[in-house]
């Protein structure tokens, strides 16, 4: 059974702080990584992917993964109350689909 | 913009009756679109793989005759859930990946609200 773990939350950190966001997964033949935001009542929306060990940075957003590790983070810099939201770690293998972990809901207070 | 739509957004129906609920990838074409499920304050829960020209796939413990998926054509992934009951009521996505030049970036519906009295 592929399994993809996170946290639940809520993550709570104060405006302009950096949110670290973290997700481990059991597949080693996992290839595809991806970071989801979801708010309430919404459906999910991509926010990064990335699919070699390393960081990948886009604006505030750095996605780090470590496959020896089996390890995938999303750090929010300079976080804003609208970040606010839940945060879905998506894993995926050599087909299409992807395997779901339950979500950290992070809370941005000002 | 938008590059998946579901319809209808949300529907409210008696328990017995059958819901239709459309997924369309609007500016290129899906061979393969997923259907989920997401209860309250739950993950998404992937329920099945809609394959164009053939028959779906279904994750284990869903009811194929119960949710009808039907990928007519390239851009068009239908699920039908017959019979519906109140334990029904949930929130389904679809999602279709679109193929870049290197990688592919899976993609996914605003949702439909179902509502089973």
């Known amino acids: 059974q592929k399994e993809v773990e996170q946290n639940s939350g809520p993550l709570s950190v104060p405006e302009g702080a950096i949110a670290s966001l973290n997700c481990t997964y059991s597949?080693?033949?996992?290839?595809?990584f991806f970071w989801y935001r979801q708010y309430s009542g919404k459906s999910p929306e991509l926010i990064m992917s990335i699919y070699s060990n390393g960081d990948k940075e886009d604006g505030r957003f750095t996605a780090q993964l470590n496959k020896a590790s089996q390890y995938v983070s999303l750090l929010i810099r300079d976080s804003q109350p609208s970040d606010s939201a839940t945060y879905l770690c998506a894993v995926g293998d050599n087909t299409d689909k992807l395997i779901f972990g339950t979500g950290t809901r992070l809370q941005v207070f000002p | 913009g938008a590059v998946v739509s579901q319809h209808p957004s949300r529907v409210i129906c008696k328990s017995g009756t059958s819901v239709k609920i459309e997924c369309r990838s609007l500016d290129f074409q899906a061979t393969t679109m997923f259907w989920y499920r997401q209860f309250p304050k739950q993950s998404l829960m992937l329920m099945a793989t809609s394959n164009e020209g053939s028959k779906a796939t279904y994750e284990q413990g869903v009811e194929k005759d119960k949710f009808l998926i039907n990928h007519a054509s390239l851009t068009l992934s239908t699920l039908t859930v017959t019979s519906a009951h109140p334990e029904d009521s949930s929130f389904y996505i679809c999602s279709a990946p679109r193929r870049g030049t290197s990688t592919d970036t899976q993609y996914f519906g605003p949702g439909t609200r179902l509502t089973v009295l």
């Open positions: 597949d080693r033949g996992s290839q595809s």
